[in-house]
């Protein structure tokens, strides 16, 4: 049974900094894609960064700079530092993987999400 697990989240002060974790497990194929999106309240899941197996990155131009993605292959681990927060961070944060069963056919599997909020 694929898992994804998501740590790392939680209360922290506008300008702080938080670290995501999310470990997959169960998985017998080649993960291609690694990353992370959030959902705000009312508003549709957006994407915050990815990873792929070839070491390219893609970031979301609100995160840019702030934000550093990473990933241990031999862990099928993503990170994701999160520095100089703002309040519109304050979102569900979803750990997402992309894996390749064939030439023809992927799956893509979520993580349960973690919440982070940046408030005084």
């Known amino acids: 049974q694929v898992q994804l697990v998501e740590s790392g989240g939680g209360l922290v002060q506008p300008g702080g900094s938080l670290r995501l974790s999310c470990a997959a497990s169960?998985?017998?194929?080649?993960?291609?894609?690694m990353g992370w999106y959030r959902q705000a309240p009312g508003k549709q899941r957006e994407l915050v960064a990815t990873f792929t197996k070839g070491g390219s990155t893609n970031y979301a131009d609100s995160v840019t700079g702030r934000f550093t993605i990473s990933r241990d292959n031999a862990k099928n681990t993503v990170y994701l530092q999160m520095n100089s927060l703002k309040p519109e961070d304050t979102a569900v944060y979803f750990c997402n993987a992309v894996v390749t069963v064939t030439a023809f056919l992927t799956n893509n599997y979520w993580g349960q999400g973690t919440q982070v909020t940046v408030s005084s």
């Open positions: 169960g998985i017998t194929f080649s993960i291609n894609t």
